[in-house]
């Protein structure tokens, strides 16, 4: 069974895949779950996790996304989490690393480990 969460919020990954896609939603999907944990204020998605907005995606085996109370949404990401086999791509370009942070407010995305 397929998990689904759409968010609108801005979500740029990492700056050679920057999208000016912000005004689409994100689409966090995974064949495991994705959980909102209310009071953590965080969406986790579990295995074969994808996340899309327009024509970027992010791969990965774990995701944690945090969220706050923002000025158009109660559930503005502010920062995104992968964990394992991490892939970030669009049209033209694709990154690897076994984790990956973005930090919406910063705009800064970084790829680590190994498989980079």
Do not use: H
Not at 22 to 39: C, F, G, H, M, Y
Not at 75 to 80: D, G, H, L, R
């Amino acid at each position: 069974m397929k998990y689904l969460l759409l968010c609108a919020a801005l979500f740029v990954t990492f700056p050679a895949l920057a999208q000016t896609n912000s005004d689409q939603p994100i689409e966090i999907t995974a064949t495991k779950t994705v959980e909102w944990l209310r009071n953590e204020k965080q969406y986790v998605a579990r295995e074969d996790v994808i996340v899309t907005q327009g024509k970027m995606q992010i791969f990965s085996d774990l995701l944690t996304a945090d969220y706050r109370e923002g000025a158009t949404s109660s559930t503005e990401i502010y920062q995104i989490t992968a964990d394992g086999n991490v892939q970030i791509k669009d049209d033209t370009n694709t990154a690897y690393g076994d984790k990956g942070v973005y930090d919406v407010t910063k705009g800064v995305a970084v790829l680590t480990g190994q498989n980079l």
